[in-house]
C-alpha cells in the first residue's frame, strides 16, 4: 500500500493496552530545572540517552552516561543549532508505530532505532519577547525543532512518551519505577493533550507577537491561549464547571497577584477581584473601591487609605458586606482594621505590610491577595466576550477624559470642585455596567445607579441609594446634595438629568451627543446646572 502526502496513512492500529517499555530517551530542553535528577533515574534504569547541546552537557558534567544526536544521527549540527534534530533518524524513531511491519521494516533497512521517550521544553520565546528584546532575538527564540519533535511524539502517543513540562517528570518516573520501566497509555495520552496544548500556546505567542509587529490588532485568525492556574470549585452556579487560566499578558492583577490567607477563591471572587484592582488603579491619590456583583458600592479617594476606606464603606454599607475590597497603596494596619470590623470576601493590594497581615490573620477564611503592583489603565490590551459560536474582540477601555478637552456647555461654568468631582465620578462610571450612573462630592461616591434598563431608573436608584447612605449616617440631608453627576453615555431624553437635580445635585458630566443635546442643555441650565461633555462613552456590558 503506498500512501500521499494528501492522503495520510489509514491502517488502523493493533493497539496493545500493555505498558510500554522506555528503552531510549531523547532530552532538548530549555528549562533545565530538574533535569539531572530525572537524566539519572533514566540512567539507573538502563535507558539510553541521547541529547543536544547545552542539555548534553548538562548532563555529561553530572557524570550522567549521554549521547549526542549529531553522534546518533551521523550528521553534525549545522547554521548555528538550527538544524540538528530535524533529521529522519530522529523523526523515524519517533514515529515509527510498532505495530506495523512495514514501519520496522523502514527503520531496519535505514538504521532507525525506537525513540520511546522525548523530554523537550521550547526556547523561551514568551519569556523573550516579555524582556523586550529585539526582533531578531525574539526571531532567533521561535523553537521549530523543539515543536516538532512534540508533536510527533505526541500523535504517536500510543509508543511514545512526551514530556513537556519539568513538573512532568515526577508522575514519568513514579509510573516507570510501579510498571518496572515502562509508561501506561492512560499518562501517554494525558502528556500528548499536554504537548499540543503546550506547541498551540506557542505558536498562538508567536502569532500575536507578530501581529503587534506588524499593527495588526484583528489579524485574519486570534488565537488565545492560556496556562491553567486553578480548577475552581464550580462557576458562577454550582452547577457550572470553571478554570481560571493566565494568558501571556503579564498584566497586575488577579493573574499575577499570590494568596498570603484564606479560602480558595471561587469564579465570583476572581471575577469580582479582577474588577475591582482595574477600578481602584485609575486614581493617583490613595484609594479604595469596594466591589459587589462586578459593579462597585462605594469608592473614594483622600490623603490616606483608611480615609478613603471609611467614605467608600459609607457610600453603601449594606451592599459592602461581604464585598471585595481593592486599594491602590501597600495596606497598612489602620486600614486592615477597620477592614476587619465588617465581613468581606477578598482584599487585594500591590503590597500588604507585615503589620497588616498580623491584623488581618485573626480573619483565616478572608482571602488576601498581593498583587506585586497595579495595572495600567492606559495600557492597551484585548478584552473578549464569548458568543454562540464565536466571541467578540475589542480593544480595552483605556480611555480617560483629558480636562482640557471637556467642553462646558451650560450657562454656568462649573467650580474647580465639581470639575475634580467631575472627572473622579467618571473615572468611576467607567466601570460600571451600563447603564451608569454615579453621584460624587469630594473625591467619594455618595449613589450609584448601576445596569438599568432605562437611564433615568439609574439616575432615581442612585439619588436613593445616596439618601439612603445619608439616613445611615445620621444625616440631616441627602449627600446628593451639592454632589456631581456622571453618566457613562449620553442622556437620550432631560428626564434623567432632572432626576438629579431633584436629588441636589449641581454638576453634570456626560459624554454628550444625543439628538435632543439642546433640549438637555436647555433643562441643565433651566435647573442651574454646570454641565460639561466629554465625547468619550464608556458602556460597559
Known amino acids: 500500500m503506498t500512501t500521499s502526502k494528501d492522503q495520510p496513512h489509514t491502517a488502523q492500529p493493533r493497539h496493545d493496552p500493555a505498558p510500554r517499555l522506555v528503552r531510549r530517551a531523547l532530552i532538548s530542553v530549555s528549562d533545565k530545572t530538574d533535569l539531572i535528577p530525572f537524566a539519572r533515574f533514566l540512567a539507573d534504569r538502563k535507558v539510553e540517552i541521547l541529547s543536544t547541546g547545552g542539555s548534553a552537557k548538562a548532563i555529561a558534567a553530572a557524570g550522567i552516561p549521554v549521547k549526542e544526536v549529531s553522534d546518533h544521527t551521523g550528521f553534525p549540527e549545522i547554521m548555528d543549532g538550527r538544524v540538528k534534530t530535524l533529521h529522519p533518524t530522529i523523526h523515524g524513531g519517533i514515529l515509527a508505530r510498532r505495530d506495523l511491519d512495514h514501519h520496522v521494516t523502514a527503520q531496519r533497512d535505514h538504521g532507525i532505532a525506537d525513540i520511546d521517550l522525548v523530554v ?36 504517536n502517543h500510543d509508543f511514545v512518551v512526551v514530556v513537556t513540562d519539568p513538573a512532568d517528570y515526577a508522575p514519568v518516573m513514579a509510573e516507570m519505577a510501579a510498571l518496572g520501566g515502562a509508561t501506561s497509555l492512560g499518562l501517554r495520552r494525558r502528556l500528548a493533550l499536554d504537548a499540543y496544548s503546550r506547541t498551540a500556546a506557542y505558536d498562538a505567542a508567536i502569532s500575536a507577537w507578530m501581529a503587534e509587529q506588524e499593527q495588526q490588532a484583528f489579524p485574519s485568525r486570534l488565537t488565545l491561549a492560556g496556562q491553567r492556574r486553578d480548577t475552581l470549585r464550580y462557576g458562577e452556579n454550582p452547577h457550572q464547571a470553571a478554570a481560571f487560566y493566565a494568558t501571556a499578558e503579564r498584566r497586575p492583577g488577579i493573574a499575577t497577584a499570590v494568596q498570603l490567607q484564606g479560602k480558595e477563591l471561587s469564579y465570583n471572587n476572581l471575577n469580582d477581584t479582577d474588577a475591582a484592582y482595574e477600578l481602584v488603579a485609575e486614581f493617583a491619590q490613595p484609594a479604595i473601591a469596594i466591589i459587589k456583583h462586578a459593579n462597585p458600592c462605594g469608592v473614594a479617594m483622600d490623603d490616606d487609605l483608611a480615609t478613603a476606606y471609611r467614605r467608600a464603606f459609607a457610600c453603601d454599607t449594606v451592599s459592602a458586606f461581604g464585598g471585595i475590597i481593592a486599594v491602590n497603596r501597600a495596606l497598612d494596619a489602620a486600614t486592615a482594621e477597620l477592614i476587619s470590623q465588617v465581613f468581606s470576601e477578598v482584599i487585594i493590594a500591590p503590597k500588604v505590610s507585615d503589620e497588616a497581615r498580623a491584623v488581618l490573620a485573626k480573619k483565616k477564611n478572608l482571602r488576601v491577595l498581593e498583587a506585586g503592583s497595579l495595572p495600567d489603565p492606559m495600557a492597551h490590551g484585548l478584552a473578549i ?29 462649573p467650580s474647580v470642585r465639581e470639575l475634580a468631582d467631575m472627572l473622579f465620578a467618571m473615572a468611576v462610571a467607567k466601570h460600571v455596567k451600563s447603564n451608569a450612573i454615579i453621584y460624587a462630592k469630594d473625591g467619594a461616591t455618595v449613589g450609584i445607579g448601576a445596569g438599568q434598563m432605562s437611564r433615568v431608573d439609574s439616575s432615581r436608584i442612585a439619588a436613593w441609594k445616596a439618601a439612603e447612605a445619608a439616613k445611615a449616617a445620621g444625616a440631616a440631608e441627602s449627600w446628593a446634595k451639592g454632589s456631581v453627576v456622571a453618566s457613562d453615555a449620553f442622556f437620550p431624553f432631560a428626564d434623567g438629568l432632572l432626576a438629579a437635580a431633584e436629588a441636589g445635585a449641581t454638576a453634570v458630566i456626560q459624554p454628550g451627543g444625543s439628538m435632543r443635546d439642546e433640549e438637555v442643555i436647555a433643562a441643565a441650565d433651566q435647573a442651574g446646572l454646570a454641565m460639561v461633555f466629554t465625547g468619550m462613552r464608556h458602556f460597559r456590558h
Open 120 to 155: 523537550v521544553n521550547l526556547y523561551p520565546f514568551e519569556a523573550t519577547v516579555a524582556k523586550g528584546a529585539d526582533r531578531e532575538t525574539c526571531i532567533e527564540n521561535i523553537d521549530i525543532g523543539g515543536p516538532a519533535m512534540i508533536r510527533a511524539a505526541a500523535k
Open 385 to 413: 466576550k464569548t458568543l454562540a459560536g464565536g466571541f467578540l474582540a475589542q480593544s480595552r477601555d483605556n480611555g480617560r477624559i483629558d480636562e482640557a478637552a471637556l467642553k462646558v456647555v451650560s450657562k454656568r461654568v
